[in-house]
């Protein structure tokens, strides 16, 4: 089966050796009938567990009702979820497209239409997408090397070194971006002082800060949003990755009170805001309640103590359920070898695991978790 699927499809992934067919909960099952615990998440956008029946149930009464009749009309659904997001925000308007890497197109092209300006800084390490635009603000010169020449004007300062930011940010800067935990940069942290300086930079610049919550976004860190953690509020966010548990969306935040950006024109996209997807992220908004914030917090914290304790693991990071460990040998070799043992796990670079479960996840599969990764690291 996975052999026959392989040859019609570009060999643009390194998959691993196995072929899903059902999941529930924290659980995925092959097409040997075989389980496993999935602590990857289909990278952070599981938030509620496959198959959660609030977000299947109002994805199932979408589908039986409407698909699609795009943007140049009215649905109920992403008007919904726009009013949603903006009480989570605290006052926003959104664009809702399908992806992470566009809902950062469309950031980049707001900055640059609301400033006047074409300068961009973004961070050493950061990932913000694989899309011309979203490559070339990302921070990881071996991923955007191949595709050069990409957009130019853009500078890149170093993690929580406000010297380095200040000297990136020029007269020519619309745009300040960074992910509030580089997530594939290995899960680092952004600090409190650091985002303040980025604050007052962009506003010194005339500038617009946007966070990239693509993953850290709809309650994966313990907060709704993480940059709730950072007291500091930005222009713009992007969200993707968890907002529709599986669906594809993609949306971009705009803080109220900033103005000069898009018009009717500038932009646009077919599937955006698509009735199903916006039904489904409905469900997921209304779900990440305090109680699911408080567990993936608790989870969390019990999931990072854990690691701190086993086997080969130098150094843990992350928030709530996003969690990185530095561990012996390559990180790739011990989620091969997690796979084996039926847990799925992923890396973010060469030394890390990262562990991105449900938010729903329980204490005893933690442990499980815990288990199979001691036996791994062994
Ligand atoms: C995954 C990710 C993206 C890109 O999202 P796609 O949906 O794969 O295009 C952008 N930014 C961050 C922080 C991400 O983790």
């Known amino acids: 089966m996975t052999k026959m699927i392989e040859t019609n499809l570009l060999p643009i992934y390194a998959r691993a050796p196995v072929t899903f067919v059902e999941g529930d909960g924290c659980w995925l099952t092959d097409d040997n009938g075989e389980r496993y615990l999935d602590f990857a998440g289909g990278i952070a956008v599981i938030g509620l567990g496959h198959r959660h029946p609030a977000s299947t149930r109002a994805a199932h009464e979408q589908l039986d009702r409407l698909w699609h009749v795009s943007n140049l009309y009215w649905t109920i659904p992403v008007m919904e979820l726009a009013k949603k997001l903006s009480d989570r925000f605290g006052g926003a308007r959104t664009f809702f497209c399908n992806s992470g890497t566009e809902a950062i197109e469309a950031a980049i092209k707001y900055a640059r239409k609301a400033t006047g300006k074409v300068g961009a800084v973004a961070l050493e390490g950061s990932f913000h997408g694989r899309t011309m635009g ?76 946007c966070f990239d919550e693509v993953q850290t976004g709809v309650g994966r860190t313990g907060s709704f949003f993480a940059f709730e953690k950072l007291g500091v509020k930005p222009d713009l966010v992007t969200l993707a990755k968890g907002l529709a548990n599986g669906l594809p969306i993609g949306a971009l935040l705009v803080a109220d009170g900033v103005s000069g950006g898009l018009e009717p024109g500038d932009h646009a996209s077919t599937f955006g805001g698509n009735p199903v997807s916006c039904a489904a992220a409905c469900a997921v908004v209304d779900a990440i309640d305090e109680e699911l ?86």
């Open 134 to 209: 979203s490559l070339s603000i990302t921070g990881q010169a071996a991923k955007r090397e191949t595709f050069a020449p990409l957009l130019n004007q853009v500078s890149f300062a170093f993690l929580n070194n406000s010297l380095s930011l200040r000297a990136a940010a020029l007269a020519d800067t619309g745009l300040i971006i960074m992910e509030p935990i580089l997530a594939e940069g290995g899960v680092r942290p952004v600090d409190v002082e650091f985002a303040r300086t980025a604050r007052a930079l962009a506003d010194e610049l005339g500038a617009l800060l």
């Open 293 to 378: 914030l408080a567990n993936a917090r608790a989870m969390g914290e019990r999931l990072a103590s854990g690691l701190r304790g086993l086997p080969g693991v130098s150094e843990v990071r992350g928030a709530g359920l996003l969690i990185g460990a530095d561990v012996e040998g390559a990180a790739a070799d011990v989620a091969a070898r997690a796979l084996e043992q039926r847990l799925l796990i992923t890396t973010c670079g060469t030394d890390s695991i990262r562990l991105t479960p449900p938010l729903t996840v329980s204490a005893r599969l933690v442990d499980q978790a815990l288990a199979t990764l001691r036996e791994v690291l062994a």
